[in-house]
């Protein structure tokens, strides 16, 4: 199983960016479909954005679409997130995951990521 740590998070006010990354390690990154998942205070966890094994197709939850890019690195073991034009309801901890798969959407689904991050908090003011 690969481990995933998050970085990135922070306090923003309306309108701002982040750029929230997730550094794998502990197994062949390449090999992983990358996703980012959020849950806010009493809600479930949702789904916001993925990318293939390559980096060659990418998916998005509507809510961020043309706002939030989602990247990565194979050579750094790295995936990102790009947050631009942030709002309130953005605000979450943001969960990157992992998973051996090469489904792509509408076939994948969140129990196809089985590795996860610790989470890292954002939180944006209105």
């Known amino acids: 199983q690969v481990q995933l740590v998050e970085s990135g998070g922070g306090l923003v006010q309306a309108g701002g960016s982040l750029r929230l990354s997730c550094a794998a390690s502990g197994g062949t990154f390449s090999n992983y479909a990358m996703a980012w998942y959020r849950q806010a205070p009493g809600k479930e966890r949702e789904f916001v954005a993925s990318i293939t094994r390559t980096g060659t197709k990418t998916y998005y939850r509507d809510s961020v679409k043309g706002r939030f890019t989602i990247s990565r690195d194979n050579a750094k073991n790295t995936v990102y997130l790009q947050m631009n034009s942030l709002k309130p309801e953005d605000s979450a901890v943001y969960y990157c995951?992992?998973?051996?798969?090469?489904?792509?959407?509408?076939?994948?689904?969140?129990?196809?990521?089985?590795?996860w991050g610790q989470g890292t908090q954002v939180t944006v003011s209105s």
């Open positions: 995951a992992a998973g051996l798969t090469g489904s792509w959407y509408p076939d994948l689904i969140e129990p196809d990521f089985t590795s």
